[in-house]
């Protein structure tokens, strides 16, 4: 790509904040999906060895809102354990936006629903990251976000999740 026309003295650089979000219950939809292989399968070729589906969300409300995190689903991978729950993340998306099935993961974006958040602590030289722990329909007019450590009034029983049939 030619830059030779782009005077980079003229833009300012603002900071931008990527501070971990807090452990709790978050609005979210789902804003961007993509296919990609996992570093087995790429560095094999073959993408049985790991096949995944990146999900991005957009926190909708409350102090968080506009931030984005993300979501790798392994549903195709040579380890039978890891497909086994990439497979069963990936039907809780699916009873989170209300589908049974869809043609194309484009179908998922822009469902309100509600993600539980972590930060895990990192390893092997990795920052603490948020990873996405369960996922579950939005109640209408949900509040906004609680954070994990703040006291929880009494919720509904969770719904069970329905199973993706096909898999």
Same mark, same amino acid.
């Given at each position: *790509?030619? &830059? @030779?026309?782009?005077?980079?003295? @003229? ?25 990609? &292989?996992?570093?087995?399968? #790429? ?8 096949? *995944? ?10 102090? %968080?809102?506009?931030? #984005? ?17 990439? /497979?069963?993340? &990936? ?16 179908? &998922? %974006? ?18 603490? /990251? ?9 109640? #209408?007019? @949900? ?25």
């Amino acid at each position: *790509m030619d &830059l @030779s026309n782009f005077d980079f003295g @003229s833009v300012e650089v603002t900071e931008q904040n990527f501070e971990l979000v807090p452990n709790g219950d978050y609005k979210a939809c789902i804003v961007s999906s993509e296919q990609k &292989l996992t570093k087995k399968a #790429q560095e094999s070729g073959n993408p049985a060895d790991g096949t *995944m589906l990146v999900l991005r969300y957009q926190i909708l409300d409350g102090p %968080h809102a506009g931030r #984005q995190v993300f979501q790798n689903l392994n549903f195709l991978n040579a380890s039978e354990q890891a497909q086994s729950i990439g /497979r069963q993340q &990936l039907a809780a998306v699916f009873g989170a936006c209300g589908v049974t099935a869809v043609g194309d993961s484009s179908e &998922l %974006h822009d469902i309100p629903l509600t993600i539980s958040l972590i930060v895990k602590a990192g390893t092997n030289g990795y920052s603490d /990251r948020n990873e996405v722990k369960k996922v579950k329909k939005a109640r #209408q007019g @949900s509040p906004a976000p609680v954070p994990a450590s703040a006291p929880v009034q009494s919720q509904p029983a969770p719904q069970a999740d329905n199973p993706v049939s096909g898999w």
